[in-house]
């Protein structure tokens, strides 16, 4: 079992940026693939980005260029770094752990308004 913390939503002006964190339990993060997701109200959850194991990553359209998301093994933690945010990057984001089984995170709300 694998618990999974956000921390670091908000409310940012857009053009703003903010930095999300995932925090995971347990002693095998290092093998987890870890991807954040997003949902927006009245639409479905999306992928927001993803990195393996290997730290290899893949990006939604919509946020390529903008986003970066990492993970640090020593610290059970993966990020996503969101620049130049948009009205429409507002949504519910959530950190995901897959390995043999799924684990979702509670999520932290982004509100990206003037």
């Known amino acids: 079992q694998v618990q999974l913390v956000e921390s670091g939503g908000g409310l940012v002006q857009p053009g703003g940026s903010l930095r999300l964190s995932c925090a995971a339990s347990?002693?095998?993060?290092?093998?987890?693939?870890m991807a954040w997701y997003r949902q927006a109200p009245g639409k479905q959850r999306e992928l927001v980005a993803s990195i393996t194991s290997g730290s290899s990553t893949n990006y939604a359209n919509s946020v390529k260029g903008r986003f970066t998301i990492s993970r640090d093994n020593a610290k059970n933690t993966v990020y996503l770094q969101m620049n130049s945010l948009k009205p429409e990057d507002t949504a519910v984001y959530y950190c995901?752990?897959?390995?043999?089984?799924?684990?979702w995170g509670q999520g932290t709300q982004v509100t990206v308004s003037s």
């Open positions: 995901r752990a897959t390995l043999t089984a799924d684990y």
């Open positions: 347990g002693s095998i993060f290092r093998l987890y693939a």
